[in-house]
């Protein structure tokens, strides 16, 4: 079974739209594995998306993604990398299509309410990053 990362971000927390996320994935019959909720220091969001460092909203996303708590979740199910970006919507809330999280509950690019994988790499790399073995429930 494919797994991949998903958070919900501090926007997301404090819009109080948990609840409205998480119904997403288990209405495409996703699986939640393993969940937290987690209050990243600066120096961690800036490790977790070091893949950005060089981007010019590098800093301004990583004060954003330690403001405040978000929940982190494993996701599993059959192409689950793809089925959750396809949920998520664009990263723009902007370009997203109707009925995506992004579109329905995102108010602008930086503030977009979700973060999922790209790739299996990243995915067990982030996976890696906020849960160990025994947190994830196959
Ligand atoms: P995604 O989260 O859709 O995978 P990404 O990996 O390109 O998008 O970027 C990571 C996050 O960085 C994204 O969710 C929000 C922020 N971001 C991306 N492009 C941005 C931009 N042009 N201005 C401000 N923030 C941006
Ligand atoms: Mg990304």
Do not use: W
């Not at 990362?5 to 948990?18: E, F, H, M």
């Not at 460092?53 to 403001?67: A, G, V």
């Not at 982190?72 to 689950?80: F, I």
Request: with cysteine; charged share 25%.
């Amino acid at each position: 079974m494919e797994k991949t990362l998903s958070i919900i971000k501090p926007d997301g927390v404090q819009k109080g739209v948990i609840g409205e996320v998480i119904k997403r994935f288990e209405n495409a019959g996703i699986k939640i594995v393993a969940m937290k909720m987690i209050h990243l220091t600066k120096e961690k969001a800036k490790n977790f998306y070091a893949v950005h460092k060089d981007k010019p909203f590098f800093d301004s996303l990583t004060t954003f993604m330690s403001s405040g708590p978000v929940v982190a979740m494993v996701l599993a199910g059959e192409n689950v990398i793809e089925k959750n970006r396809e949920l998520m919507g664009a990263t723009n809330p902007a370009d997203a299509a109707p009925g995506t999280i992004r579109k329905d509950f995102a108010s602008d690019v930086e503030k977009n309410i979700v973060h999922g994988s790209d790739s299996p790499q990243t995915a067990a790399t982030e996976i890696a990053f906020f849960f160990n073995e025994l947190e994830i429930c196959e």
